[in-house]
């Protein structure tokens, strides 16, 4: 593209300049044609109504027979009333095609054609007023061979595009080293993929420019991604077919005949145990998904839609929540991964939290982190009970319904993304600008208890996630 862009600008700007050489050729020839009638003029006489100019001028061409010069003189009526003897080669010179005669001051000049010639002639013409009331009209008229006016510009044209065919292939010639040097890294990045696709190595290695370091860094954070997910998928489909093995082994050693009763309950109790089994397997499976090149996910409107959700599903409880997270709030990572987290966090707090929660969420200080700090008014946790609730399985509950994978698969996600999650202490302090500063506005919807929003240090349970 950028050679057909230079060819077509070469093309215009020969155009051009060729255009601008003819000008100026043709107001110097306009010059000249001028000064031989002036030199006319100079010996011209008049007699009567006509005018007498002398054998021999001294523009000698004037005088040459087929010299390329002729000049002529008209009258009022256009008849010639004279004409050079350079004109003598020319059978019928007032039958050739000169223009009406001029009025005073008028010039006019022109390319004509004359018959019988090959070559067109340059024609200057000057309208001149004789005598002390011009009462005589005269139209002076020059002819040149136009020739070596087109052999000029022939030249001219012919060493121009020479010089232009030399600087574009100059030019492309640079372009092509310029695109060359400059493509060099992204050449270097291509051959380290290449050697990385042979099994060389497992990253992009190599010394890259500092321009594409942000580039070979996301596509090995994005290679090394896909490799822990491959991996992980591998390791829970061998974790789901093991764990399987036991209660596929108790179906497949129960006699239905002797103990119909017992047989059912323990095949329920199986079946229950295998979905189980193959739900902590799914969570597992899809909580993956570290920190990348994601763009930024709203926090709000998604916390919202938890939020409204339990609403409905724990609508008999009556559980007054809160949400303070100004809508400029962004999660850089997968939206699914945010989902989960606030999805069992929030579920957590409406099953446990005392019919009181509060949800803050904010960016770090540096704008690409999530901050976010779930509390509730419920009995609440010590370091050691929450060390077992966070394995997979265990419930503190055990009245509630579930698996007892919720928190597990927060902390699995939390620890992807290479953050931490921990609880604070009852009451305890919380970051300060969650509460106190002005921007984080608190839609009015969203307030279910307006105790909440003056009370952001609940008594219960209180979980912080950074990532």
Not at 10 to 31: H, I, N, P
Not at 51 to 70: A, K, V
Not at 177 to 183: C, N, T, Y
């Amino acid at each position: 593209m950028a050679t057909l862009i230079l060819l077509v600008f070469l093309a215009v700007l020969s155009g051009v300049l060729e255009r601008a050489y003819r000008t100026s050729l043709d107001e110097a020839k306009v010059r000249e044609l001028q000064l031989h009638i002036y030199t006319l003029l100079a010996v011209a006489e008049p007699d009567g109504n006509t005018l007498q100019l002398p054998f021999n001028l001294p523009e000698q061409r004037f005088n040459q027979p087929d010299s390329g010069l002729i000049g002529a003189v008209m009258d009022a009526r256009g008849r010639v009333i004279w004409r050079s003897q350079s004109a003598l080669s020319l059978p019928n010179f007032s039958a050739l095609p000169l223009p009406l005669p001029l009025r005073q001051g008028q010039e006019v000049f022109a390319e004509i054609q004359l018959p019988d010639l090959s070559t067109p002639y340059s024609s200057f013409r000057q309208g001149i007023a004789w005598g002390l009331d011009n009462e005589l009209q005269f139209t002076f008229v020059v002819l040149e061979d136009a020739g070596p006016l087109h052999a000029q510009v022939r030249q001219f044209s012919s060493t121009l595009w020479r010089w232009l065919a030399i600087g574009a292939l100059a030019l492309i010639a640079v372009q092509l080293l310029v695109l060359r040097w400059g493509l060099a890294p992204l050449r270097s990045v291509a051959h380290a993929l290449k050697r990385m696709q042979q099994g060389g190595t497992d990253t992009l290695q190599g010394h890259f420019p500092r321009e594409l370091v942000p580039l070979t860094d996301n596509l090995n954070l994005l290679i090394e991604n896909e490799r822990r997910q491959r991996e992980k998928t591998r390791h829970t489909l061998g974790d789901l077919a093991h764990s399987l093995k036991t209660p596929l082994a108790v179906l497949k050693g129960m006699d239905i005949t002797a103990d119909p009763q017992g047989a059912q309950a323990a095949l329920a109790e199986q079946v229950q145990r295998m979905d189980g089994i193959i739900s902590y397997q799914l969570k597992r499976a899809v909580a993956t998904s570290p920190k990348s090149i994601l763009r930024g996910v709203a926090v709000q409107p998604q916390a919202e839609k938890i939020l409204t959700a339990l609403d409905k599903v724990y609508r008999k409880k009556s559980v007054n929540a809160e949400l303070i997270c100004d809508d400029s709030v962004l999660f850089y990572g997968d939206e699914g991964d945010l989902m989960e987290m606030l999805g069992n966090l929030l579920d957590n707090g409406y099953k446990y939290g005392g019919g009181k929660l509060l949800a803050e969420i904010c960016n770090t200080a540096d704008q690409r982190g999530l901050e976010i700090v779930v509390s509730d008014n419920g009995p609440g946790l010590s370091q050691a009970q929450w060390q077992q609730v966070i394995q997979r399985g265990v419930r503190a509950d055990q009245q509630q319904q579930g698996q007892g994978i919720g928190l597990a698969v927060v902390v699995d996600i939390v620890e992807s993304y290479h953050g931490r999650i921990d609880i604070l202490p009852p009451g305890g302090a919380r970051d300060p600008h969650l509460a106190r500063d002005p921007h984080l506005a608190r839609d009015p919807h969203l307030a279910r208890d307006p105790h909440l929003a003056r009370d952001p240090h609940l008594d219960g349970l209180a979980v912080r996630i950074i990532i």
